[in-house]
């Protein structure tokens, strides 16, 4: 872990001494390029994108990486990838973007990037249940937030932060984005409950025990939450009967009584309080989750920091 970090801060004094002497013979366009090619991992289709020519763009990206004085995309996959320091520079490069349209915008009231969208990634189950209860107080303030929230798997979540493709992250506890570069901000508790639905006369259909299976609407292995489960796996009698990522489709499951599965607290409040579903089995099967907002140091545009703001205050901070 020290590894790592101290891995990313080298790079990072790194870009800080290239960027001191060279930030001046950098175009912008440069940089809205690599974006663009961040983005779409295509240079044809970057290049549409940018209204270039092909030959051009490509020109435009070598003398980009010519003046960082390292090489940002790794050409010899398809589609083409960012290198380490590629994924490491695009921040940088949006944080760029963003304080010189931050400039423009205040001058001109002109933004043509949108300067009020924060970018937000989200594990399935938070993007669901947590942001449509705090929407509402996220987006009061003078910047007007535009949220743009994609509900993704949690670990893809975390990449989408780790590569700059979004600016704040909502997912559950990781200890690596707790470190810098990275900032966090703890925002919640919750628990995993192993339910089940009730029949017509509020009893559970099912009992978790040792000595009777139950089918198991399941996470995927390697999803977070499947993580969690695999600690008292072995302390139940269960068949896997199902398997998905997605907290909302194993609910639509427990729902029809296809099997009992472990949902976050706060998916199936209204369902615990209506009866439609039942916690069962002892309460050490009860899985306890923490859930924060992560997002780089480097200072986000007006927006984004109210947003973060926002959060902070929610928390009591």
Request: charged share 20%; net charge negative; aromatic share 8%.
């Amino acid at each position: 872990m020290l590894e790592i970090y101290l891995d990313s801060l080298l790079v990072s004094i790194y870009y800080f001494f290239i960027f001191s002497s060279n930030l001046m013979n950098i175009e912008s366009k440069w940089l809205e390029d690599f974006l663009a090619l961040a983005d779409v991992r295509n240079f044809s289709m970057a290049a549409k994108i940018r209204n270039v020519t092909q030959p051009a763009f490509s020109r435009r990206i070598k003398a980009l990486e010519h003046m960082v004085g390292t090489e940002l995309v790794d050409r010899s996959k398809t589609p083409v990838s960012l290198t380490p320091s590629g994924r490491l520079f695009r921040i940088t490069a949006r944080s760029l973007m963003n304080q010189m349209v931050d400039g423009i915008g205040q001058l001109s009231d002109l933004s043509k990037l949108g300067g009020n969208m924060v970018r937000v990634a989200a594990a399935h189950s938070l993007a669901t249940s947590l942001v449509p209860a705090i929407q509402p107080k996220l987006l009061a303030g003078k910047h007007s937030p535009l949220l743009s929230v994609e509900a993704i798997d949690v670990d893809q979540a975390i990449e989408e932060l780790q590569e700059g493709s979004c600016d704040l992250l909502l997912a559950f506890d990781d200890e690596l984005l707790r470190l810098p570069p990275y900032q966090s901000l703890q925002i919640g508790q919750a628990e995993l409950l192993p339910v089940c639905a009730c029949n017509s006369e509020g009893q559970p259909l099912y009992q978790l025990t040792k000595d009777k299976e139950v089918p198991w609407l399941a996470y995927s292995p390697s999803s977070y939450m499947g993580r969690q489960i695999e600690a008292i796996r072995d302390q139940v009698n269960l068949k896997a009967v199902f398997l998905s990522s997605m907290t909302d489709l194993l609910k639509v499951l427990v729902l029809k009584g296809q099997g009992v599965a472990w949902l976050p607290d706060y998916a199936i409040q209204e369902e615990l309080a209506s009866g439609k579903v039942a916690v069962v089995g002892e309460p050490y099967l009860r899985l306890p989750i923490t859930y924060y907002a992560y997002r780089y140091q480097a200072r986000l545009h007006p927006a984004g920091e109210q947003v973060w703001q926002t959060l902070r205050n929610l928390n009591g901070e």
